[in-house]
């Protein structure tokens, strides 16, 4: 295959991946990579991408980190992890957690998440409670000190379960 066929192959490749999702410049880069397309032509393509706004990490990871409080519940930290994972840039991720979840809205989101799980705990003891809560918000990303006070907070006038 001569090399305007094979940067034609890695384009459309990139089409399709970017036809189910938005997805991150680094992501496109491993996958055409990985799929056997050489290297210097990923490059030719994912900036092709990127100038026609195809492709764009910002707005990636502000999709990503909505997707991840408004539909699984994701923190700060657990949002931070999985861009970081995914090869976006820690000033992208950064710019985007501090406009999309403010430490006020982190405790908010934290405090319904704890309270919802509370309520499926109402067998526990006190005890149980506070760890199983404490280990789910650290789960979701919630900073510890946040994760270990709400825990205790709805864990203090905790009922002891019926014997």
Do not use: C
């Amino acid at each position: 295959m001569d090399r305007p066929d094979q940067l034609r192959a890695a384009r459309e490749a990139a089409v399709r991946l970017l036809k189910h999702r938005l997805r991150g410049t680094a992501e496109i880069r491993h996958r055409l990579t990985a799929a056997g397309h050489d290297p210097d032509l990923v490059d030719e393509v994912v900036a092709a991408l990127e100038q026609a706004g195809l492709l764009d990490d910002q707005a990636f990871a502000t999709a990503y980190v909505r997707d991840g409080l408004n539909l699984r519940g994701r923190l700060r930290r657990r949002l931070a992890d999985g861009l970081r994972d995914l090869g976006v840039a820690d000033e992208v991720v950064e710019r985007v957690l501090d406009r999309e979840l403010p430490a006020e809205r982190e405790e908010e989101l934290a405090r319904r998440l704890a309270t919802t799980r509370a309520d499926r705990l109402r067998g526990s003891t006190a005890d149980q409670a506070r760890r199983k809560l404490t280990d789910y918000l650290l789960r979701q990303g919630a900073p510890p000190a946040l994760a270990r006070s709400l825990a205790g907070e709805l864990t203090r006038d905790w009922p002891q379960p019926a014997r």
